[in-house]
């Protein structure tokens, strides 16, 4: 009897600890999107202060490629982290659930809180930094005024429709 006991002892604490590894992984996921902005916002900013003087000069064409294609890199890397994210946060939930540890789950514990995760947001920054970037270079290029406001200003409400509609689009739970 005493055998079986351990071995239920055992197991939960191999739950308890499966679980923590969870939450822990998804911290560290956390951690490198935020680190990720803020590199980005770094460069960014700092870019942009360099170049603040001849903004619109053709010599600045290729130093605007690289942000643009950064900010592409950054939204891409932002969308694969949070469906990891997702993913560990639901395999992490489906342990509370099937093996009853709500005690370890603050959401359960709690129902009054309120949670709205920032990660959210982190796309909608880097498609606001790519549209802006993309203004700079087309005036730049075309020196059109009414052509460098209207196409990153529709690329930016499709782009924040097409986010929100994959973020949170119907779901099949």
């Known amino acids: 009897m005493n055998k079986d006991t351990g071995n239920s002892l055992d197991n939960r604490d191999f739950i308890k600890t499966m679980y923590e590894q969870l939450w822990l992984s ?3 996921g ?6 990720l902005t803020s590199i980005f ?7 942009l202060a360099l170049i603040k003087d001849s903004l619109f000069d053709c010599s600045n064409l290729y130093l605007i490629v690289f942000l643009m294609l950064l900010s ?12 990891v994210l997702k993913a560990r946060e639901r395999a ?16 359960y ?8 995760p920032i990660g959210k947001f982190f796309p909608i920054f880097f498609t606001m930094c790519f549209c802006f970037l993309l203004f700079i270079f087309i005036k730049t290029i075309f020196a ?10 529709v690329l ?13 689009g119907l779901k099949t739970e």
Do not use: C
């Not at 992490?92 to 959401?107: E, G, Q, S, T, Y």
């Not at 514990?109 to 709205?116: L, P, Q, Y």
């Not at 930016?156 to 509609?165: E, H």
């Open 41 to 47: 916002s770094v460069m960014f900013a700092s870019s």
């Open 72 to 83: 592409i890199f950054a939204l891409l890397f932002t969308l694969k982290v949070d469906s």
């Open 144 to 153: 059109n005024n009414f052509l460098a406001l209207v196409i990153p200003t």
């Open 92 to 107: 992490a939930d489906n342990i509370v659930i099937h093996f009853k540890l709500l005690h370890f789950n603050p959401r």
């Open 109 to 116: 514990k709690k129902h009054w809180v309120n949670n709205i």
């Open 30 to 35: 956390v951690g490198e999107r935020l680190l």
């Open 26 to 28: 998804q911290r560290q």
């Open 156 to 168: 930016f409400l499709l782009a924040v429709i097409f986010l929100w509609r994959i973020k949170y």
